[in-house]
Structures are given as C-alpha cells and as structure tokens.
C-alpha cells in the first residue's frame, strides 16, 4: 500500500487546484499512487480500495479547509471523518486516454470549455485561454518533470454523490451529482498515477 500523501502546496500544483476551484466552482483533489504494472484499470481500483485513498481525500479536505468531508466533534474538540464508505459497491471502471489532446484538455478546464468536458463555469469565472495555457503548462511540467505524461478520463461514476439516497449511516459524499462538473482524470507519468477530480457545482 502506498502510504506517500500528495503534496499539494508547491506552487505550480497550487495554482492550477485554485484556478479549477474558482472556474468550476468545484473541491478539487489531486492524489498520487505508484505504478506497479501496466495494468492502469487494476492500479487504479486498487488505490481506490486503499486506505491511501481516503486518507489523501480527508487530508486534502483539511489542508484546504473545506471540512466537507468531516464533522466537528465537540468531546474531542477536533474534525472528524463522516461515516460511510465513499465508494459505490459495484465499481466498473470506465477509463479512456486522450492521445492529441492533452494540454487542450486541461486548458478547457480553465476556460470553462463545455465542448471538451464537464467544464461549466457556473459564476463565469473562466480564464482567459493565454493564461490558462501558462498555467497547465506549469502543472504538467512539474508533475512529469518535462518528460512523457499521459492523460486519462474516468466516468465519474464509482464515488457517491449527493443526489443518490442511502441510509442514515452513510454521510460520506464526493460527487455533486446531476448537473455537476463532476470529472476524473489520471495523468500517468513514468512511475505515479496522479487522479484529478473535480465536483463543481452550482
């Protein structure tokens, strides 16, 4: 189990998360897992079903202070992760690699380019696309360290989302739900996986 958390507070990783943020009105996270095989979609479930998974959600879910994942315990005086599993039970990975495309992808992220993704821009906070390009430039560059990278879109459809009904217990979400800029994406470099996801909503 890879127990390295993401660091997310190096200033090219920094900027790209709150510029998301801000064009899709979104939580964004960007977690990292080690690549053991070649095998993307048993790499992928199986940082979904470990526990460093939900540990760097409710990390970064801190660290940005958002506490969307968590609830104040007055007995301990501290946050505390909701209950529940944030996983659906049946998971069917639907990945696909975007091979030509690849910096105009993320760019659309930031423009609000609703012909490339789910990229609404609720509150029209696009940036302008020069910018943008800087600005994703920067992110890839640092991740891949100027090398090769690959991209990867994910149906979003294996975490919870808020619309969906579940029992009293279950109080753990991610996804927004219908409507929403709910998108996952993997960038895969020559030894981590990084998973970006994004949960805009109006």
Known sequence: MDKEQMDISA???????DSVDIVLNSNTFLL???LKTTDLNMELLNFLKSESFI???ANQDKERS???????????????LREGKILKDKIELKIKEVENEKIDYFTAMLTGDTTKGRFFSF??????????????????SFLSVYSGWRLFIIE????????????????LRYFGGDYANDTATIILTKEKGYLLL?????
């Open 11 to 17: 200033k090219p990783i920094k900027t790209f998360l």
């Open 32 to 34: 990292q897992f080690d």
């Open 55 to 57: 540990e760097g959600l």
């Open 66 to 80: 958002w506490f969307n994942m968590h609830y104040f315990d007055i007995k301990t005086e501290s946050y505390k």
């Open 123 to 140: 509150y029209s906070k696009q940036i302008d696309k020069e910018k943008a390009r800087v600005i994703v430039d920067d992110f890839t």
């Open 156 to 171: 979003p459809d294996f975490l919870k989302d808020a619309v969906e009904v579940y029992s009293k217990e279950e109080d």
């Open 198 to 202: 994004t949960n805009g909503i109006d």
